[in-house]
């Protein structure tokens, strides 16, 4: 079955040490996004892109980068993780012009 | 000003009962879609039910069914017959405009508890 996939499921980051989440697709959807949920809160975008276009939100700190490889794979890397940065992150993908969009399972990020 | 209005944290029903989910939406685009999600606690983002904006029924998807009154901006989500599977976080969501790429704005959501 088509999907987006995250991995891994759950990841534990000492403070201040850089972490990468992997996010893949097998839908070949133009434009990937991360969202940052933090507990029982509303997800909130922090960029996404469309094909090789980054766009980033405005209030995403300098702390959080991304990277698209090619179609299939994004990646979040958080340079230095504070303890403010625990939450689930979301990864979705859409075609790109109307359509639905399509989320991966999560990594529930831990700082310790 | 919030684009997505949820005003109730937390719902409880019994089982076999229906249950309305309120969404109100603010935007002054004339193209946009109306989502709702479904969120049980292992994290994942599960799609429920859209409507567009220029769409004149409402949605229906098996047990869910989307009460749309465009002209009070209100999406609300009807689940009929609910289950003790149904527990979860409910969002709504909306995507404004029709620009290619544009991203998901969610709700805080809420909370759905089903007893039997």
């Known amino acids: 079955d088509a999907m987006v996939i995250q991995n891994p499921r759950y990841q534990v980051t000492q403070f201040g040490k850089p972490v990468t989440l992997s996010c893949s697709q097998t839908?070949?959807?133009?434009?990937m996004y991360w969202y940052q949920q933090k507990s029982s809160q509303a997800p909130k975008l922090l960029f996404h892109?469309?094909?090789?276009?980054?766009?980033n939100e405005a209030d995403t700190p300098d702390n959080f980068q991304s990277r698209r490889p090619n179609t299939s794979f994004c990646f979040l890397d958080i340079r230095s993780p504070g303890l403010g940065d625990a939450a689930m992150y979301l990864c979705?993908?859409?075609?790109?012009?109307?359509?639905?969009?399509?989320f991966g399972s999560g990594t529930r990020l831990t700082v310790v | 000003a919030q684009k997505i209005t949820q005003t109730q944290p937390g719902m409880f029903v019994q089982e076999k009962e229906a249950v309305t989910l309120d969404c109100t939406y603010d935007?002054?685009?004339?193209?946009?879609?109306l989502f709702w999600y479904k969120q049980p606690s292992s994290g994942e983002m599960i799609f429920l039910i859209y409507?567009?904006?220029?769409?004149?029924q409402n949605a229906t998807e098996g047990r869910y069914s989307l009460n749309f009154q465009k002209a009070r901006k209100s999406a609300n989500l009807v689940i009929s017959a609910s289950q003790l599977g149904d527990s979860a976080m409910y969002f709504c969501?909306?995507?404004?405009?029709?620009?290619?790429?544009?991203?998901?704005?969610f709700g805080k959501g809420t909370t759905l508890s089903v007893s039997s």
């Open positions: 979705a993908t859409s075609i790109g012009t109307g359509g639905g969009y399509t």
């Open positions: 839908l070949n959807h133009n434009v």
């Open positions: 892109y469309y094909d090789k276009d980054f766009n």
């Open positions: 935007t002054s685009d004339q193209s946009y879609g």
């Open positions: 409507q567009g904006s220029y769409d004149e």
């Open positions: 969501a909306m995507r404004e405009g029709g620009q290619a790429g544009t991203a998901l704005i």
